[in-house]
């Protein structure tokens, strides 16, 4: 596996080794021993949640606040997305900053997003199907979102249109009103 961080260290670009052939292929998506070699983190990884969104989708930023912030291991098995991180630390360097890539079934390639981020997607192919492992569960009364266009961020999405979002995605706050976790 060959792990690079991006522009905020943090966040890692992970790409499985594919070994392939004229009947497909084969890569181990996930194995704790070597995430933890490669990335340092000790995970657990308590819950593996799957999405189907169309093109034009976009989902989130979304985000867990503590005790149960959620890192998350994402991946595209059908279609591909741009997906981004943005840093909520109010105490880092790179606070309000954000990275991005491309990750889809044909690249094989997984972003880690550690705790004290908030994630987003926007889909670009037809469709896609995007898997997250996280680790920690589900926590409704602690989940957050901000503004995917927020100015003060300034993620440069790929669109062609305006997205489709959801009710609560629409409504999100910017970064300066957010709840952000503490520091």
């Not at 976009?58 to 279609?79: D, E, F, I, N, T």
């Given at each position: 596996?060959?792990?690079?961080?991006?522009?905020?260290?943090?966040?890692?670009?992970?790409?499985?080794?594919?070994?392939?052939?004229?009947?497909?292929?084969?890569?181990?998506?996930?194995?704790?021993?070597?995430?933890?070699?490669?990335?340092?983190?000790?995970?657990?990884?308590?819950?593996?949640?799957?999405?189907?969104?169309?093109?034009?989708?976009?989902?989130?930023?979304?985000?867990?606040?503590?005790?149960?912030?959620?890192?998350?291991?994402?991946?595209?098995?059908?279609?591909?997305?741009f997906d981004v991180a943005v840093d909520i630390r109010r105490d880092?360097?790179?606070?309000?900053?954000?990275?991005?890539?491309?990750?889809?079934?044909?690249?094989?390639?997984?972003?880690?997003?550690?705790?004290?981020?908030?994630?987003?997607?926007?889909?670009?192919?037809?469709?896609?199907?995007?898997?997250?492992?996280?680790?920690?569960?589900?926590?409704?009364?602690?989940?957050?979102?901000?503004?995917?266009?927020?100015?003060?961020?300034?993620?440069?999405?790929?669109?062609?249109?305006?997205?489709?979002?959801?009710?609560?995605?629409?409504?999100?706050?910017?970064?300066?009103?957010?709840?952000?976790?503490?520091?």
């Amino acid at each position: 596996m060959k792990i690079t961080p991006l522009a905020i260290p943090e966040v890692l670009l992970i790409e499985p080794k594919v070994f392939g052939d004229a009947r497909g292929f084969f890569f181990e998506s996930y194995n704790r021993r070597a995430f933890q070699d490669a990335t340092g983190c000790d995970c657990d990884f308590v819950q593996d949640n799957h999405s189907k969104s169309a093109r034009g989708v976009l989902r989130g930023l979304h985000y867990q606040l503590p005790p149960q912030a959620q890192g998350k291991l994402v991946r595209a098995v059908a279609g591909e997305v741009f997906d981004v991180a943005v840093d909520i630390r109010r105490d880092s360097p790179t606070f309000g900053r954000w990275v991005g890539c491309v990750l889809s079934a044909a690249n094989c390639r997984q972003l880690w997003i550690p705790p004290g981020f908030a994630h987003g997607f926007v889909v670009l192919s037809e469709s896609a199907e995007f898997l997250y492992k996280t680790t920690d569960y589900w926590a409704p009364a602690l989940e957050r979102a901000i503004a995917w266009n927020d100015p003060a961020i300034g993620i440069d999405w790929p669109l062609t249109g305006e997205p489709l979002l959801s009710g609560k995605d629409a409504v999100a706050p910017l970064l300066a009103d957010a709840d952000l976790p503490p520091c």
